[in-house]
């Protein structure tokens, strides 16, 4: 990890699931040292190209405000001290209280070999399975939607799909600002086939919008009965898959039924688009056999998200465009590793290597494998439960790493006031103040993204290593490191004394390929025996990469067997509903939120360039020049937008893409960078009962002029 010195370092943009290759090169000239960083042209997912934040990571590793060593109530402290007390706490904790008074509350920024770690000591040697992430607000109602289908949490596409297919329907996703390599490569295939059809289905004429033939601009919240439409189409105009349904799939009548009633006139009604817009998309889908579905936040941030999801995944069942190339239903992540962490059983409702608490015996297996004293044998609590059970005194140690929960989850209020009453806050973080270090307890410095060495998963399953080129800052530890300390210092020195983080990566592929043969989609055996030097030298894969295997596997589904009991895949009947919060007198409009194209997350590296400060400076609303009016608003002026919940000040910026009645807001202001504009102040912690993710894309607000 010395600094770079005439070399180039090949790795990962930290951003968003496209998981685009970079490529650092260091010059000496005269006395200095340049570094350089661009696109790493020999990496499939990005082929050379960066967005705007990736072009601008260098200038984020900025010194000032990087945590350099750990605190214990605001006073400096040696690592050893921090790790003690650590230890000595939980034990004390679960002593006293149980397994379930600690938790483990991640991030999708996190590398897979962190993240394995803390699960494998929460779930295997604490023996508790609290540990939910981020990733429960990105794409928990995926996950549910894909394991309800296949029986298995598997992305079937790539992105060569999305290049190949001749009908692209993207629902939910602004693809343009928030995964914007991904965005030009679809923009590019439609230069090269001008035949390719593009259907954008958001409440918003986004960005995104520029490279749509079609432009269905729906109520917020209505996708799944326009799912539901499409299938009853699928149906009435004889395009059915009928050999793929009955050999391949279950539950195909019931599903039809629940569809049956949305006609044109219903759905156009209820979607509050014309019904020429539907006729429109309605021949496109039936007649062309190539068609990709992208979805993202749009779909999953809702209270009936993993509903949407399988409306979707039903209409590529009944058609048999699974599997296949230029075909499928594709759920793209956020985060740069919120695969990862879904590989490793980062989330509170799965165990380990992609099996379930549930799945027939994998705590057992898990057992066995990790020689694990204390199995946690059932899920724990969900991210936005988990914030009640610490504000109600059931959890009592929180760890939180690479996260900033309190302007992240909804209802922010509630959060702060949780971590305010939790007897113990560990924070591991890069810097030194950000919303959530104010209320650690502990403090610990995390290497940053130059500083880190492991493993990354995109959106299309593919295992990218990420290499550091710098050493890190002070004394900041990876935080594998700073998990198998803490759980050393507990007594657990055999389990957790790892040479170097490639051993980590091994146990984890030999735990996926542990008596699995194929029962299990996710198996990445070939890895199990990896050397440090295969490791630094392994190039990016796409899972399942069991023995035998090296190439890895392009897509999955190819055969038509899934991996439920049957093996057949299952359609799931569907009752659109909308939104939980109803419209009222009191709030008129209707909240969206969603990131811009220069930010990322709560801003606490993208924050530090001028270069993407300057996209967009403030914080805003768009409003509807109607609305404006009404409210007797001007153009930025500053607004109070109030929901049941809470209330901030905006910047009114009046669009005229902007629809009557809706308005928008991006989440990525914090309180570091702006008065009282932290948009989850607004947002109820209403979640989807079956996936726990928070309904952030929907608020009812009122707003006032200033
Ligand atoms: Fe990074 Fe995503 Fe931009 Fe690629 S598209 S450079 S992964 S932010």
């Avoid at 988990?386 to 929960?405: C, H, Q, R, S, Y």
Wanted: hydrophobic share 35%; proline share 5%; charged share 20%.
């Amino acid at each position: 990890n010395k600094p770079l010195n005439n070399c180039s370092t090949k790795t990962t943009c930290p951003y968003c699931g496209v998981g685009c290759g970079v490529e650092v090169s260091a010059k000496a000239v005269l006395s200095e040292v340049q570094v350089t960083a661009k696109g790493d042209a020999s990496h499939p997912a990005n082929f050379g190209k960066l967005c705007v934040k990736g072009s601008n990571l260098l200038q984020t590793l900025t010194p000032q405000g990087r945590l350099t060593q750990p605190f214990i109530q605001g006073k400096p402290v040696e690592w050893n001290e921090a790790i003690h007390t650590i230890a000595g706490k939980i034990k004390d904790v679960i002593a006293k209280h149980g397994p379930d008074a600690f938790a483990f509350y991640l991030s999708g920024q996190l590398l897979t070999e962190d993240y394995y770690v803390a699960n494998k000591l929460a779930k295997g040697f604490i023996g508790t399975a609290n540990v939910d992430t981020n990733s429960r607000l990105c794409m928990a109602s995926a996950v549910v939607g894909y394991k309800r289908a296949f029986g298995s949490d598997t992305v079937p596409c790539n992105y060569e799909d999305l290049e190949q297919c001749d009908l692209l329907i993207m629902v939910g996703s602004n693809a343009a600002w928030t995964h914007p390599v991904l965005y030009q490569r679809i923009v590019a295939a439609k230069k090269n086939n001008p035949a390719m059809k593009v259907v954008v289905i958001d409440p918003r004429k986004t960005a995104s919008c520029d490279v749509a033939d079609l432009h269905l601009a729906i109520s917020p919240g209505s996708d799944a009965a326009l799912f539901n439409y499409l299938l009853n189409e699928t149906d009435q105009n004889n395009a059915l898959n009928i050999g793929y349904v009955k050999s391949n799939t279950e539950g195909f009548d019931q599903a039809l039924e629940q569809a049956k009633p949305w006609t044109e006139q219903a759905t156009a009604s209820f979607c509050g688009v014309s019904e020429q817009e539907l006729q429109c998309l309605s021949q496109w889908w039936c007649s062309t056999p190539k068609t990709v579905t992208l979805f993202s936040q749009g779909i999953n941030q809702s209270a009936t998200g993993v509903d949407k999801s399988n409306a979707i995944i039903n209409c590529h069942l009944a058609t048999g465009r699974i599997g296949q190339v230029g075909m499928g239903p594709f759920s793209i992540t956020g985060q740069p590793n919120a695969m990862g962490g879904r590989e490793v059983g980062g989330l509170a409702n799965q165990l380990a290597a992609h099996m379930d608490f549930t799945t027939l015996g994998a705590i057992d297996r898990v057992k066995r494998y990790w020689q694990a004293p204390k199995m946690a044998t059932q899920n724990g609590l969900k991210a936005v439960d988990l914030f009640k059970a610490i504000e109600a005194g059931d959890v009592k140690i929180v760890w939180i790493m690479a996260t900033n929960p309190v302007v992240s989850l909804p209802d922010s209020a509630q959060v702060r006031r949780a971590l305010k009453k939790c007897d113990l806050v560990i924070v591991s973080e890069c810097y030194d103040k950000t919303d959530t270090t104010e209320l650690a307890d502990v403090l610990l410095p995390a290497t940053g993204w130059s500083e880190k060495n492991g493993t990354v998963t995109n959106s299309e399953r593919r295992i990218s290593r990420q290499h550091s080129f710098e050493a890190p800052k002070g004394e900041a530890k990876h935080d594998w490191q700073a998990i198998c300390d803490v759980a050393i210092a507990m007594g657990y020195s055999s389990e957790f004394s790892y040479q170097g983080v490639h051993e980590i990566f091994a146990e984890h592929a030999g735990l996926s390929a542990f008596e699995n043969n194929g029962t299990r989609d996710f198996d990445i055996g070939h890895f199990s025996q990896i050397s440090e030097k295969t490791y630094n030298e392994m190039k990016p894969v796409q899972w399942p990469v069991p023995i035998g295997k090296p190439e890895g596997t392009e897509r999955m589904f190819e055969n038509g067997q899934f991996f439920t009991h049957s093996g057949r895949a299952n359609f799931v009947p569907i009752n659109p509903q909308k939104p939980a919060e109803k419209l009222s007198n009191e709030f008129p409009l209707t909240l969206n939120t969603g990131r811009i194209r220069d930010q990322w997350h709560t801003m606490t590296r993208t924050g530090r360039t001028s270069k993407l400060m300057g996209h967009i400076e403030q914080p805003f609303i768009d409003i509807s020049p109607q609305d404006a009016a009404h409210l007797s608003i001007v153009q930025l002026q500053i607004v109070e937008v109030v929901s049941q919940l809470g209330s901030v000040k905006l910047r009114a910026n009046i669009r005229s893409t902007q629809k009557k009645g809706q308005v928008f807001a991006p989440i990525h202001w914090t309180d570091q960078f702006a008065n009282n504009a932290v948009i989850s102040n607004l947002i109820n912690a209403t979640v989807d009962p079956l996936s726990g993710q928070p309904e952030s894309k929907f608020a009812q607000v009122v707003i006032r002029p200033v």
